[in-house]
């Protein structure tokens, strides 16, 4: 398949299970509401050493937060809800929390519950208190710049973690310019979050290693300086190649924002073809068949 | 289809138990059968066709019309549905209902709303002592739910009140909130009489105006903007026209207290 002169391989995506949440960090103003979120989600590229996979999913104008002020929607996701409890119950605490100003408020309804405030509510050591309105639980905990209002509760959902595209360039500049292009198309569409650095990832990984306990090293199959030293995937005119991995609440949204990224980077010069990674269909439930998407 | 509707013949000579009529209850009975339901009035009981001229409709909303305030009970333990009275209502409107909604157009008697767990009661005009309260012996009053009173409420509104929300827009008495236990009581009127808060050891009271007295047990914490009125305000949106103001940065002086009861209440007076 050729979109835009770019071929489209034949082969897929796999991807797995997880579970997902959605939090409403809200603040004085939009940028104190991403300084809390960007730090809630930092070293989170990766279940592999993170514990979680999380980023923003989008800004929230006022009349969209539940207390009026300006917000930022984030997603976590992790491989169980027993992990999911942990980070998000860490994040907040240590990172939400402590930001100036902020509140944070379920964004999804519904699954299983994960304790928010709930979990955090000891801080107020004692003088917290709880307020519910609307159906909704909320716990005010005394903070040096006033109070930090936390919602009880946020709900689940079974999301898929590690959809994923890589761009194979001439050029580094051109896979930078073809993924750039990909990141800020996927970034305008709803339940997705990529959550690697800018979206993009340079440090594509295989399973396993040549040490014993490394679960994970690098893909050499697609490190274009290796392309004469292994069993290389790249073409001699490929130079760089760099992979977007996406976190969806569902598969529909990851398929969704695979073809936006896609159909953008191939819209770039300089980009050659576009592959997927896999185990070979054997570990992820979730199979994204790149040229099923762009057709 | 309309609502079924119980119209008032004339005022019962004693106190009516209002409490056999629920909207669950009526499903299903033709207004033969309804009539024939017997209410205790005094040491006697009267069928409901005696009292009430009955027009068939759905049961689902109820309307009593030519309310009068010797009919007690009214939804009383309530779960769902909705009660319309055209008029005022005696003592113990809603005692213990968890679901459905009651609208008076007329006053209230005490104890509206008390120990009521869910659903929402709206009152048009005035409600006697004990909105929202615990009945004498109770060690628990209102536990969840929405009130929104229009007129004046009677002392001690909010009496061991748990949880919930109580909106009293006109002029609130004396020791409102008094045992309180947790839950909020929002007074948007021009006057609070003296002494709310009296025993609270938890809850919020929200004052658009400063009592009249406040107890010596509370202690000031100074001028704040607090977050969760926000909430507040965003919840009642377009019930309650005087705290639309807390939806625009509220700015309150709050005051802990009662110490003499644990003093982990707080009395929240708007400021500016």
């Keep these: 398949m050729i979109v835009n002169g770019v071929a489209v391989e034949d082969t897929f995506a796999e991807a797995f299970g997880m579970k997902a949440t959605r939090l409403v960090i809200t603040a004085d103003t939009l940028a104190w509401a991403h300084t809390a979120a960007a730090a809630m989600t930092g070293f989170a590229t990766s279940v592999i050493a993170c514990g979680c996979e999380a980023g923003i999913e989008r800004a929230l104008a006022p009349a969209e937060t539940p207390d009026g002020r300006p917000g930022v929607a984030v997603l976590v996701f992790a491989m169980s809800l027993k992990d999911l409890q942990k980070q998000v119950g860490n994040r907040v605490g240590q990172c939400v929390m402590t930001a100036a100003g902020s509140a944070c408020f379920s964004g999804l309804d519904g699954g299983e519950s994960l304790r928010l405030g709930g979990a955090l509510r000891y801080f107020g050591d004692g003088f917290q208190i709880a307020k519910k309105f609307g159906g909704r639980r909320y716990w005010r905990l005394p903070v040096m710049d006033g109070e930090f209002i936390c919602e009880d509760v946020v709900g689940t959902a079974s999301g898929v973690g590690g959809g994923n595209f890589l761009v194979l360039a001439a050029s580094r500049a051109a896979a930078l310019a073809g993924t750039e292009a990909a990141v800020a198309a996927m970034r305008e569409l709803p339940n997705v979050i990529l959550p690697f650095p800018g979206g993009i990832v340079r440090s594509g990984s295989k399973v396993g290693s040549k040490y014993p306990g490394l679960k994970a090293s690098t893909n050499d199959a697609y490190c274009p300086t290796l392309k004469g030293q292994t069993r290389s995937a790249l073409a001699p005119a490929v130079e760089a190649v760099l992979e977007i991995v996406i976190d969806g609440l569902s598969a529909a949204d990851v398929a969704a924002a695979m073809r936006a990224g896609i159909a953008a980077a191939c819209a770039q010069g300089g980009v050659l073809a576009i592959t997927a990674g896999n185990y070979g269909g054997k570990l992820g439930k979730h199979h994204f068949h790149l040229r099923e998407i762009m057709a | ?272």
């Design chain 2, 1 to 272: 289809m309309s609502a079924l509707t119980l119209s008032l013949k004339a005022p019962p000579r004693q106190r009516v138990d209002m409490s056999p009529l629920l909207p669950e209850r009526l499903s299903g009975l033709d207004t033969g059968a309804i009539a024939r339901i017997e209410l205790a009035s005094g040491n006697r009981g009267v069928p409901v066709g005696d009292l009430f001229a009955v027009a068939a409709g759905d049961p689902a909303e109820l309307r009593l019309e030519g309310g009068c305030d010797r009919l007690d009970y009214i939804g009383r333990d309530m779960t769902a549905g909705r009660i319309v009275v055209e008029g005022d209502a005696g003592a113990y409107l809603g005692l213990a209902m968890t679901g459905g909604a009651l609208r008076v157009r007329g006053t209230v008697g005490a104890w509206a709303g008390a120990e009521m767990r869910g659903g929402e009661i709206e009152i048009d005009g005035a409600a006697g002592d004990f909105l929202g309260g615990a009945l004498p012996g109770s060690m628990r009053g209102m536990g969840g739910g929405l009130v929104v009173l229009r007129g004046p409420a009677g002392d001690r509104a909010g009496d061991r009140m748990r949880r919930g929300v109580i909106v009293v827009e006109g002029a609130l008495g004396a020791y409102a909130g008094s045992r309180m236990i947790a839950g909020t009581l929002a007074a948007c009127g021009p006057t609070v009489g003296p002494y709310p808060g009296f025993a609270m050891t938890r809850g919020s009271l929200l004052l658009c105006a400063a009592p009249q007295r406040l107890l010596p047990t509370f202690a000031d914490c100074g001028g704040h903007d607090l977050g969760f009125l926000r909430l507040l305000g965003r919840a009642l949106a377009g019930r309650c026209r005087g705290l639309a103001w807390l939806e625009d940065g509220p700015r309150v002086r709050r005051l802990a207290g009662d110490a003499a009861a644990g003093g982990k209440g707080e009395i929240l007076i708007r400021e500016g």
